[in-house]
């Protein structure tokens, strides 16, 4: 709830999905704007939610400084409902919303409400997030969902499922993992050149299926689960794919986006960094799913082979 209501653990029977790192669960730094100062917070978790004005690196520009993916992950939420299940009464629907504020004096005022809710019995979630202008000038908004998903779910062997145009963040043909001829589909053993800060990225326009969806996920037939992630190409159009395969620190990241973490000032110069204007809201809806069924799983990879 202290940190823009992002999960960090999350559990399908024994089995862990999400990935933490060294830091474990820590307290937001709402100061941490500046360089790098993100990763000094970032603890991973199933989600951690970066943006709202800027996603990517670290810039400084004639608009501002802007720090490592931006303030939202470091903002506490304002609890606004609660909604409980209750079976004996045949409601099974639970739902917590909060609202969350990255905003300034005499500056941009966005605003981020944002809904998390479930049906018990089933083995879904659900977020739907709104970003308000509250402010009375143009606002910039860059947004992204960084799901990370860790041991035993991501293992050597594990599927990674996407399907789209791609390039590596670096735009390196030949880069260590997202080349033409490498398997980066595929999760490796653990590598010696990912250790430490050592990481490999891929900016990918996911390919939505005929009503406009996209899906993406991890299977791992060794344990028989899949994670489904899905959400709508209209709102986030961009898949980035992070890949970090170090020795006890071993992670892929799926991550929604309204753009690749190319930061605010390129997104600028390219004509693709959203304004929202006073009192404009933009809506994000995303469902992150667990299979254990064999014919589901094998509905959900014909599904994802279809829509290559």
């Not at 490999?200 to 996920?217: K, V």
């Amino acid at each position: 709830i202290d940190r823009a209501m992002d999960i960090a653990d999350a559990f399908y029977n024994q089995h862990s999905l999400a990935w933490l790192s060294h830091l474990g669960i820590c307290a937001p730094e709402r100061f941490s704007n500046n360089g790098i100062d993100w990763i000094r917070t970032f603890g991973g978790g199933l989600l951690t939610t970066c943006g709202l004005t800027h996603v990517g690196g670290p810039e400084s520009d004639a608009y501002g400084e802007r720090g490592l993916h931006d303030q939202i992950s470091n903002m506490p939420a304002e609890i606004l409902s609660i909604i409980q299940a209750d079976p004996a009464a045949g409601k099974m629907e639970m739902s917590i919303t909060g609202l969350i504020k990255q905003s300034q004096a005499l500056g941009h005022r966005l605003e981020l409400k944002r809904t998390i809710s479930a049906t018990l019995g089933q083995s879904a979630i659900r977020i739907k997030d709104e970003i308000v202008n509250r402010g009375n000038t143009h606002a910039p908004h860059m947004m992204l969902y960084h799901f990370n998903f860790g041991w035993p779910l991501a293992d050597e062997g594990t599927d990674i499922i996407w399907q789209g145009a791609w390039q590596s963040r670096d735009g390196d043909i030949n880069n260590r993992i997202f080349r033409k001829g490498n398997n980066f589909h595929n999760c490796p053993a653990p590598q010696d050149d990912h250790s430490g800060n050592g990481e490999d990225a891929a900016f990918i326009d996911i390919l939505p299926d005929s009503s406009g969806h996209c899906t993406c996920g991890l299977h791992n037939a060794r344990i028989g689960l899949a994670v489904v992630l899905r959400f709508h190409k209209n709102q986030l159009p961009w898949l980035t794919n992070w890949q970090h395969w170090g020795r006890g620190e071993y992670v892929t990241g799926l991550e929604p986006c309204t753009n690749p973490p190319i930061g605010q000032a390129l997104a600028r110069e390219q004509s693709t960094l959203i304004q929202l204007a006073p009192g404009e809201t933009k809506t994000y809806d995303l469902e992150l799913e667990v299979l254990n069924d064999e014919t589901r799983i094998n509905e959900f990879l014909k599904h994802s082979r279809k829509t290559k």
